[in-house]
């Protein structure tokens, strides 16, 4: 920019936009490949923001040639479905449920990959170490449905896990019917089929501690516990905040396709989530309007959320999120 | 390098002893909580009916039959719903990865003008979400409801994934392709053999994200399709482990005497891991990779 700070404001802007054209015609190509990914944003990302406008609305899908020309031919009704949602019990409810099981997972769940990527590293067994690596992450790449299949087969009624407590002499646990435990078997399944990928992670971020800092330790006497706390949590204190910005940051889009295949109306009370209420309302019971204004508070909150993960990832890590 | 520890010569302490002890407990422990329960299932799949419904079935057959595996490879759409996820993954594979491919190369170029712009448009469409319902709008609109079509759209491009290539082409030394454009090289030209053969690692990683994305996506399933004929595994194995009453009678009519409904579960379970599991060697070593390139950040 340097080279045209002498020049006028109009005759530097010429220059730009003459070599902008210049640009262009050059590497037209490459306006060209952007083409097809642009064509998703403006169709799946893009045109759904238009449809936000049906919660404003007093919405029928049949008032037009087809949902989104409907749309347009849909009254105003203001902010109508909003107070709906407001005043009803099941919004708190969802709102509630989805606070508590995130809570509960994060609480739970965030610690253990953390102190499994540890222990791994002590393992010095090469073979040993590669086996229990690969084995816990098995499930990371299995499909919520078929976890559930898994979980279904191992604590339904009569799975393994009843026969054996009824053979121990306790009653059989419903585990998928009774409030009391359904959130546990959330949390669980979710750590079962999490936690070996995390480990892997947090491992990643192991390996790359200077080796050297452990012989000054041993040589200065520090025990092994020091040497974890000193050494190996603080060469992993940067990936472990960034797990956790992120965790809270996407704690509105986590554990949706869980809930949605592993809940049933006997459970609704409490897991019933914010995402699996938009689904059932909006789809399945055709509550366009509020489908959509229960989407949209959630957006909302969750953009803030993201954005404020990255606020602070930035501010303490010194990187963005994307 | 994890033997390095010992050369300073010092022996181990006791309390150093002891976490290794407690590392391999703890961590067999784990190892056994993965896959104890697949064994079982797999032993569920292949044991008689009887066994299973007594519950004496553990990690091991019992009374070995294969009839539970026939029952589901013929008397049910499995193999029907297996072609459609294969179909789906396949195309939207390379698909996505097209698409991945020319969106990351602009934008990982410096001098590009307009880059920002875009690289916005990306991240506006990443933090903020219209919403499952206008979405499903959209989708009814295009008139793509209940075809392959509206399977693939949803993951056309993740974010997450372009994100991953864009950061990696910007990695990659400038010079060579600086040599390709003297030699008047086309920008095309340039990224399909200069680029493209230099970021196999990330590239690899990537499209298995996307193929594991697509093999294992039910939601788009339940919303975006309806009929039998395109059920996709998935939302077969689903509909599968919660409609047991078809299941029963099916049997019944069919004189599947030594086939139980766990049984089944079981079977249908193992059956839509095969592929899973007989590509995890390639999948664990891309997926793996693709941490150590940062897949953490976005």
Known sequence: ?322 | MFMKKNETGIPLEASEKVMIVISYIIMSILALCAILPILHVLSKSFSSASAVTSGSVLFWPVDIQFETMKYVLRETTFLHALKNTLIVTFFGTIISMVVTITTAYPLSKPSFKGRKVFIMLYIISMVFFGGIVPAYMVVRTLGIMDTFAALILPFFIVHFNMFIVKNYFEGLPESIEESAKIDGASDIRILVSIVCPMSTPVLATVAMLYAVNYWNNYFHAVMYTNSTAMQTLQLFTYNTISNTQTIVERLVAGNYANVSIDGIIAAVVVLSLIPIVALYPLVQRYMVQGITIGSVKG
Not at chain 1, 112 to 134: D, M, S, W
Not at chain 1, 174 to 196: A, C, H
Not at chain 1, 311 to 321: D, E, G, Y
Request: a positive charge.
């Open chain 1, 1 to 322: 920019m340097k080279m045209f700070a002498l020049k006028s404001k109009a005759e530097n802007e010429i220059q730009m936009h003459s070599q902008l054209g210049a640009y262009m015609r050059e590497h037209y190509l490459m306006y060209i490949m952007l083409i097809p990914g642009l064509f998703f944003l403006i169709v799946y990302k893009f045109l759904p923001l238009y449809g936000i406008t049906i919660a404003f609305k007093d919405y029928s899908i049949f008032a037009g040639n087809n949902p989104l020309d409907a749309i347009a031919k849909s009254e105003w009704v203001g902010l109508q479905h909003f107070e709906r949602l407001f005043a009803s019990s099941s919004f708190i409810k969802v709102l509630l449920n989805t606070l508590i099981i995130n809570a509960y997972k994060i609480l739970f769940l965030f610690p253990i990959p953390i102190i499994c990527a540890i222990l791994l590293n002590e393992i010095r067994n090469k073979v040993y170490r590669k086996l229990a690596q690969t084995a816990i992450y098995v499930p990371y790449f299995f499909s919520w449905v078929v976890t559930f299949g898994i979980f279904y087969s191992l604590m339904g009624t009569y799975g393994i896990v009843n026969t054996g407590l009824s053979a121990l002499g306790f009653e059989r646990i419903s585990f998928f019917s009774d409030t009391n435990v359904f959130r546990g078997l959330l949390v669980f399944t979710e750590g079962w089929k999490e936690v070996g990928w995390n480990t892997v992670i947090y491992l990643a971020a192991i390996t790359g501690i200077d080796i050297s800092l452990y012989e000054a330790a041993r040589v200065d006497g520090a025990s092994k516990l020091r040497q974890i706390w000193h050494i190996t949590l603080t060469g992993m204190s940067s990936t472990i905040v960034l797990m956790l910005i992120l965790k809270v940051g996407y704690i509105l889009d986590t554990g949706f396709e869980q809930i949605l295949v592993f809940y049933n109306a006997t459970v609704y009370d409490v897991a019933d989530v914010i995402q699996t209420y938009v689904y059932r309302m909006g789809l399945g019971q055709s509550d366009f309007a509020l489908g959509t204004a229960l989407g949209l508070f959630n957006s909302v909150v969750a953009f803030i959320l993201i954005v404020g993960a990255n606020t602070v990832c930035k501010k303490l890590l010194h990187r963005s999120i994307w």
